[in-house]
């Protein structure tokens, strides 16, 4: 499966953006889905992720409230609707399928190329 990640930007302090993850050439809509960010300087960490069916999603502590992952099975996207956007969520953000329905029982083996948000203050 190829995953697309898109929405990227440079917003002001407080604006908000969405990034969609569009998949092809594989199954998709049966797997749970997740977001991650990687920071200049920083490791990688984990976003937000949402199960198969979309009725459980799990956030980083650091967005919890202000980010919201969506999915539309139809059209193989998943959302990453972010809010209230502060210059600690400047970083690259990539898009990943799972291996199992929910997010926490799975491993991340399909990633997309990544899009940046540049947040400034």
């Known amino acids: 499966v190829q995953l697309q990640a898109s929405g990227g930007g440079l917003v002001q302090a407080g604006a908000s953006l969405r990034l969609s993850c569009a998949a092809s050439?594989?199954?998709?809509?049966?797997?749970?889905v997740g977001w991650f960010r990687q920071a200049p300087g920083k490791e990688r960490e984990f976003v937000a992720a949402?199960?198969?069916?979309?009725?459980?999603?799990l956030y980083a502590d650091a967005v919890e409230g202000r980010f919201t992952i969506a999915r539309d099975n139809a059209k193989n996207t998943v959302y990453l609707q972010m809010n209230s956007l502060k210059p600690e969520d400047t970083a690259v953000y990539y898009c990943?399928?799972?291996?199992?329905?929910?997010?926490?029982?799975?491993?991340?083996?399909?990633w997309g190329q990544g899009t940046l948000v540049t947040v400034s203050s």
């Open positions: 990943a399928r799972g291996n199992d329905r929910s997010p926490s029982r799975s491993k991340w083996n399909y």
């Open positions: 050439g594989g199954t998709f809509s049966i797997y749970a």
């Open positions: 949402i199960t198969w069916g979309g009725d459980t999603a």
